[in-house]
């Protein structure tokens, strides 16, 4: 009997992990468009054997397409996690449900179907983006590790070009309408809230 308990767990927590449940929040949630500023950087700064130079004060409220964890890539020091971001349009539940997201290889894709996507191409370009999340310290990586799809995440920091070893860099995206390879965003996080979205209660 418990064999059988153990299966039928085992093949409903399968399905769920197979069938992604559906966006379904009425609106925008996160309406505005990520907020970048150039002036007054800090210095250069070291973290561990990396040099991470600030290249722009950066700021969003995003809904959590996807979200990706990394443990043994070269980056996975640094980056433990992967967010897919959508805004403005790309928050829409409409958006997300003609979309297939997946996340692998430090990559962000989707697809859409026979119906054709719910936005235009460059709609979608310009408002999404696989973003390379660096937190700042124990207490960010924390709450970054807890993200989950369908979230809303708030966050904070700045884009960067880190350096390192053996002629090692990775240097953020500085435009959102930018695709495929180097327009991803580097963040070095030092603020990050992240919380349900819940539809309004029916009257």
């Known amino acids: ?50 040099t991470l130079t600030p290249l722009a004060r950066y700021s969003l409220t995003a809904v959590v397409l996807g979200r990706e964890r990394y443990r043994h890539d070269v980056n996975a020091a640094l980056s433990p996690v992967d967010l897919a971001l959508g805004w403005g349009p790309m928050s829409s539940a409409h958006a997300i449900n003609g979309l297939k997201i997946s996340q692998s290889s430090r990559w962000y894709e989707y697809r859409w179907g026979a119906e054709g996507p719910p936005l235009h191409p460059s709609e979608i370009a310009f408002h999404s983006a696989n973003t390379h999340c660096l937190p700042a310290n124990a207490e960010i990586r924390r709450r970054l590790l807890a993200v989950r799809r369908h979230q809303l995440v708030t966050l904070s920091g700045y884009l960067v070009e880190v350096t390192g070893p053996n002629g090692y860099r990775w240097r953020s995206s500085l435009t959102r309408g930018d695709t495929g390879a180097g327009a991803c965003e580097v963040v070095w996080i030092t603020a990050l809230e992240s919380t349900p979205i819940r539809p309004p209660a029916s009257p």
Not at 20 to 48: C, I, K, S, V
């Open 1 to 50: 009997m418990k064999k059988w308990l153990a299966l039928v767990l085992l093949v409903g927590a399968l399905a769920w992990w197979l069938h992604e449940p559906a966006a379904d929040w009425p609106g925008l949630p996160a309406r505005h468009e990520p907020t970048q500023d150039t002036r007054d950087l800090p210095a250069p700064f070291a973290h561990g054997d990396y």
